[in-house]
């Protein structure tokens, strides 16, 4: 048992032996460092003003991620190298190109936001080469600017690549930088407090099912970006805490032929890739999926068993027929990710018994598939409501199969079963997909909230069905169903 966390602040080893398990990054970095650059201005992930840079290894490569401090649990740091903004200026004040750019593109007006943005660039400048524009806007989705208006950032973005990347002292230094980190590397479980709450990061995932089934009331986390706002927000104290980040097993993706094993600790980043080999519909609906922050930071396993009936991937995984493998101790078993949902914040998992990985069925030739998420703003928003929806045909052309899932819709991620057996045996057109709307308000009673009100959420269900019988048979958009009736008809 390890009794410390140690990492690399810019080139100096930290190493803390005590400590509260939830204090965030931003509030050591800023009060006990004195890092005032990073800025607090939501405290919850949305603004970006916080973005510090965390390289961590990845197979033994360095990778480096824009992440939120102030939703990031210190003790999370073990075995990473934390660059702030003040780490970019040269030992003699000259200017990195990422914030010469900034400089010379007139980038900052008030500049509160600006080292969260410089910071997101600094990790697109380390890990990418002339980016597109959308990826340069995917990259700064989850930074926010009040005042300066975002093309000039953009055009930084653009002009930093100006300067030659591979002359870079962070570059340069990458090879030492990962020698040290894998010094720090060991299979120990780490086990800190400060007395009052313990923090528990086991290297193994043997070592973490013991861990679980002594301490079932530990509250479990991966990226934290949920579970921190219980702390930031509703001010609570959370003990144990058991943090799953140092297992390097639970961040495998592996494809298995028929289908995809997603690892718990697998982060949005990589999910999003493995799956947009399903259907390019997965990699849009995750361009979306918070900002790029959130995306390095959340892990699959998180999202699931979080069980937020907003969440955008639930409903999509339900809707492609996905497995879900839990373990205890040295016992798994597996169930359809639908039957995990039981109710609003409660799944069917026992005391001691975590999420290990996701199996995720491919797309069959013959399947239609489609998802579609509703929100206020394009980027960083969490959906009034999402569907995605399944469908295969038989030779006759008839609906032999229906998944329908929906996000949104009740206190959980959700079937639509009476709309689905309506649809069964019918041809897919309009007049199956009214029939299917009708049933809908008897498959859901939605709540009114903030994002939208109970008859907004029954309508655009109903619209996004019709939206979903609209892109697989019109013309101008492909015709999916024409193409499969021809199959059929010379098959």
């Not at 200026?89 to 914030?99: E, F």
């Not at 313990?198 to 013991?210: C, K, N, R, S």
């Not at 999926?289 to 009936?309: D, H, K, M, W």
Request: charge should be negative; include cysteine; aromatic fraction near 6%.
């Amino acid at each position: 048992m390890r009794e410390s966390v140690r990492f690399l602040l810019g080139d100096e080893l930290v190493e803390i032996t005590s400590c509260d398990p939830t204090r965030t990054v931003l509030d050591w970095l800023r009060l006990d460092r004195r890092r005032t650059g990073t800025k607090e201005g939501c405290a919850e992930g949305d603004c970006g003003a916080c973005t510090i840079v965390v390289g961590r290894l990845d197979g033994g490569q360095l990778r480096y991620e824009a992440i939120n401090a102030c939703i990031r649990f210190l003790p999370t740091l073990d075995g990473c190298h934390v660059l702030t903004v003040e780490h970019l200026k040269a030992p003699d004040g000259t200017l990195h190109p990422v914030q010469q750019a900034m400089v010379d593109c007139h980038g900052s007006q008030c500049g509160f936001c600006t080292p969260g943005f410089v910071m997101s660039l600094f990790a697109l400048w380390l890990n990418e080469r002339a980016p597109s524009v959308q990826r340069i806007e995917d990259a700064l989705a989850g930074n926010l600017c009040r005042c300066t208006g975002y093309e000039p950032i953009i055009a930084a973005a653009q002009r930093m690549y100006g300067a030659e990347r591979e002359r870079d002292r962070f570059v340069a230094g990458m090879p030492a930088i990962i020698a040290q980190l894998k010094a720090l590397v060991d299979s120990e479980t780490i086990s800190i407090g400060d007395g009052a709450c313990q923090f528990y990061a086991p290297a193994t995932v043997g070592a973490l099912a013991e861990l679980v089934d002594t301490h079932p009331q530990a509250t479990l986390v991966a990226g934290a970006t949920d579970v921190s706002l219980w702390v930031t927000k509703g001010m609570r104290r959370l003990d144990p805490v058991i943090y799953l980040g140092r297992i390097d097993e639970l961040r495998a993706i592996s494809d298995e032929g028929s289908h995809l094993r997603l690892s718990a600790m697998a982060n949005q980043i990589a999910v999003r890739e493995a799956l947009a080999g399903i259907s390019p519909q997965l990699d849009e609906m995750m361009r979306r999926f918070g900002g790029e922050q959130v995306r390095n930071a959340g892990t699959i396993g998180g999202n699931i068993a979080n069980g937020s009936p907003i969440g955008d991937l639930p409903p999509a995984l339900i809707a492609l027929g996905a497995t879900l493998v839990l373990r205890k101790g040295g016992e798994r078993r597996e169930l359809p990710l639908e039957a995990f949902f039981l109710d609003y914040r409660k799944q069917d998992r026992q005391p001691g018994e975590f999420v290990e990985a996701v199996l995720v069925p491919k797309l069959p030739a013959d399947a239609l598939f489609h998802i579609s998420k509703i929100s206020k703003r394009f980027d960083e928003d969490i959906s009034a409501v999402c569907g995605a929806f399944y469908l295969t045909l038989d030779q006759a052309g008839r609906i032999s199969e229906a998944r329908l899932a929906y996000g949104g819709m009740a206190g959980i991620p959700k079937r639509a079963k009476a709309a689905e057996a309506v649809l069964l045996g019918r041809s897919w057109d309009d007049a199956a997909v009214a029939a299917a709307i009708t049933v809908l308000a008897g498959d859901f009673t939605p709540l009114t909230d903030m994002r939208a009100s109970a008859g907004y959420r029954l309508k655009v269900a109903g619209s996004l069905l019709r939206r979903f019988l609209i892109e697989t048979t019109a013309p101008e958009t492909g015709t999916r169903v024409a193409g499969l009736l021809a199959e059929a008809a010379h098959g």
